[in-house]
């Protein structure tokens, strides 16, 4: 009995530290929420522009027809293409609920959707937890990178997806997907699933412009320029909302396991006092045999 009650207190003991650590890691990914959120909110107002800008240059483009060959918006040469390149994102560790294998599963069900289509899915990845997934799996992994989830960078997105771009524009490819888990509230999350090429219909923004130019020879040149903006952006943006959207999972994650070591710390201090008194009972019983058996 002595050694039970000793294993029971480890337990409990053991229980206690993991919530404390819990409990730390919450916080800390609360506080960091925090700036990823605020870091997401100011990265939406500026791709919303673009989107704003393009939508309207593409509208002039379109009274001249020019939109028709561009190969951001038309698939042009690339329409014969048998591949597709899918981007995803996922984050660098775990510990954050099913926040990685929710994108892994998504990026999973393209491929066979695609897979039916006769059409052939080349992976660019970007985190170390769908990196080790993929390889465990033994699926083939054109692009990867460790580090850019944790720590969204500008340039390093640009030269990430550019590649993709460039098979796009010389008919390597006939598609590029983004695929991302992103940040809804601090309780939730979304799948993000975007063609980013060729660039989807922008009917809902194709309206009277209010840009002060007049279509000239240049515009084709323009809206090259903005078309790929706006597929940079949308790179560095889904980083930044995945960032904020894998906090929210972890402090969530943590929170439900800080509870859960509550609970189960609270159920072994019962069956430790059920088991001392236990022991307490069976100890004055075999007194009180003894001193019966010495009368």
């Known amino acids: 009995m002595g050694n039970n009650l000793k294993d029971i207190r480890k337990q409990i003991s053991s229980v206690l530290n993991t919530q404390k650590t819990t409990r730390a890691m919450k916080l800390v990914s609360t506080s960091k929420l925090k700036k990823a959120d605020e870091m997401a909110r100011r990265s939406k107002v500026y791709a919303n522009k673009i989107v704003s800008v393009l939508g309207e240059i593409k509208a002039m483009a379109s009274k001249t027809d020019s939109i028709q060959d561009n190969p951001y918006f038309a698939n042009s040469g690339s329409e014969t293409s048998a591949f597709v390149d899918i981007l995803m994102v996922t984050a660098d560790k775990g510990l954050c609920g099913g926040f990685n294998i929710n994108t892994i599963k998504e990026v999973n069900r393209l491929i066979a959707e ?19 997934y993929f390889k465990f799996n033994e699926i083939e992994i054109l692009d990867s990178v460790v580090g850019l989830s944790a720590s969204p960078d500008y340039q390093k997105a640009s030269e990430f997806i550019n590649k993709a771009v460039e098979d796009y524009l010389n008919g390597v490819t006939s598609k ?10 601090m309780i939730s999350q979304e799948m993000k699933v975007t063609q980013i090429l060729p660039i989807q219909d922008m009917s809902e923004l194709e309206m009277d412009s209010t840009l002060e130019v007049e279509p000239n020879e240049q515009e084709n040149e323009i809206l090259n320029q903005l078309a790929n903006k706006y597929v940079e952006f949308s790179m560095y943006y889904a980083l930044v909302d995945s960032l904020a959207a894998e906090h929210s999972a972890r402090m969530q994650a943590m929170d439900a396991a800080t509870n859960n070591a509550g609970e189960l710390a609270k159920s072994l201090t019962v069956a430790y006092n059920k088991a001392r008194q236990e022991a307490i009972t069976t100890e004055l019983v075999e007194i009180n045999t003894g001193v019966e058996s010495m009368k």
């Open 114 to 132: 695609h897979k039916t289509k006769n059409l052939k899915v080349r992976l660019r990845v970007i985190g170390k937890k769908a990196i080790e």
């Open 176 to 185: 590029i997907i983004l695929v991302h888990n992103g940040f809804k509230n």
